[in-house]
């Protein structure tokens, strides 16, 4: 899934310190104009016209503008990003192209616009060149990462590239929801047990409620079994099954950080759960038992900044722990989740809530 950013029509495009700190040969000279008021109005009328999928339409509007100021960046970004939704790739290409010889903010979305045209186009390599010179131009520019992790994870097949280039992006803008969701799910394709969790976690203390959050509640949940489901109890003999994942387990990947025990013990807090609930408990008090035990775990864990899990996540988790949030941190990370109860605590445990949502947004992540 590619992220694609909307510029908001301003009245003037001007050059930012992202473009000022640029150091390569290949930055930009050529000076981009200011929006008139008659041309603003006339962009913000392609938007609507796009944004109702009347993209032929939208486009004449942008090309008009054009026509009298040719270095009108939000203009010809505009006209970039309509060619792509009509899928006219080689147009999107050459607007953008344009683009990236002029100074202004919208810099790194025209060499976002030039990577998802080569990718349409079946180049995902030329895609990966021209985020990367964007990268070279805007180094902080974080949905380039996140884009050419897409390249290389759907079009290049190459998980590892793709899983270093989203925690870039991750670390360059850590409250963007998507960038740690998809993170996740190269994490536990790749088999990153815990490293999943964290990311799946995180996702969902930032975008709760949102069109993916279910889904992201789902690999979540399924990462705090440890591959034992529901029902997976004691056996005749009283002895607890084995885990469906033992068997023919792929070896642990350990450049993200050695959790073969903290994975061994989500697998065994999960075996209690389950016979808590075969003996009558409701869900949530074994579930908020479950997670207690494994956030001291991972509180206990020496700290380890020479992995980006280490470095990024787990201090973040720690704090969590450290200043009990762990049971607003369920609650809230729940609420798409079908199970009755979850939005009666929330609002009776607003003062909580609050705290734990402050505290989130306000977290200091690490610089890059």
């Known amino acids: 899934m590619r992220i694609l950013i909307r510029t908001v029509v301003c009245l003037g495009v001007a050059l930012t310190p992202i473009v ?3 150091q390569s040969s290949a930055a930009p000279t050529r000076t981009s104009t ?14 609507k016209l796009h944004d109702a999928g009347k993209f032929d339409e939208a486009i004449a509007k942008y090309e008009e503008v054009l026509k009298l100021s040719p270095a009108n960046m939000t203009a010809l970004y505009e006209l970039a990003y309509s060619f792509a ?16 010889e002029y100074q202004s903010e919208l810099l790194p979305m025209f060499y976002d616009l030039m990577g998802g045209a080569y990718d349409s186009m079946g180049e ?7 985020y990367k010179r964007g990268i070279q131009i805007v180094p902080d520019a974080a ?3 996140f884009n050419m992790g897409v390249t290389y994870l759907e079009s290049l097949k190459n998980p590892d590239e793709a899983r270093r280039a989203l925690e870039k992006a991750v670390a360059l803008d850590p409250n963007q ?25 995180t996702y969902l203390i930032l975008e709760p409620t949102g069109p993916r959050a279910l889904s992201a509640y789902g690999f979540w949940r399924a990462n705090l079994r440890g591959g034992i489901e529901m029902g997976a109890g004691a056996s005749p003999d009283g002895q607890m099954r084995t885990p469906p994942s033992a068997a023919g387990a792929r070896p642990a990947k350990l450049d993200e950080g050695d959790f073969r025990a903290f994975d061994a013990a989500i697998a065994q807090s999960q075996q209690t759960v389950i016979a808590e609930m075969d003996n009558g408990a409701e869900e949530m008090p074994p579930f908020l038992a479950h997670v207690n035990r494994l956030m001291t775990l991972l509180a206990a864990r020496p700290a380890d900044r020479s992995t980006f899990v280490g470095m990024f996540y787990l201090p973040f988790f720690t704090e969590l722990k450290a200043k009990n949030f762990v049971e607003p941190l369920i609650y809230w990370s729940m609420q798409r989740a079908p199970v009755p109860g979850i939005r009666e605590w929330i609002g009776a445990h607003q003062n909580e809530v609050r705290e734990f949502v402050t505290w989130s947004r306000n977290y200091s992540w690490p610089k890059q």
């Open 143 to 145: 949905t380039l990462y």
């Open 177 to 201: 929801p998507e960038f740690h969701l998809m993170l996740g799910q190269v994490f536990q394709n790749g088999g990153y047990l815990t490293p999943a969790l964290l990311a799946f976690s």
């Open 124 to 130: 995902p390599q030329k895609a990966v060149d021209a």
């Open 85 to 100: 939704a009509n899928k006219e790739f080689e147009k999107s290409l050459a607007a953008a192209t344009r683009g990236t």
């Open 20 to 22: 000022a700190a640029a």
């Open 34 to 47: 200011v929006s008139t008021t008659a041309e603003t109005a006339t962009i913000e009328a392609g938007i």
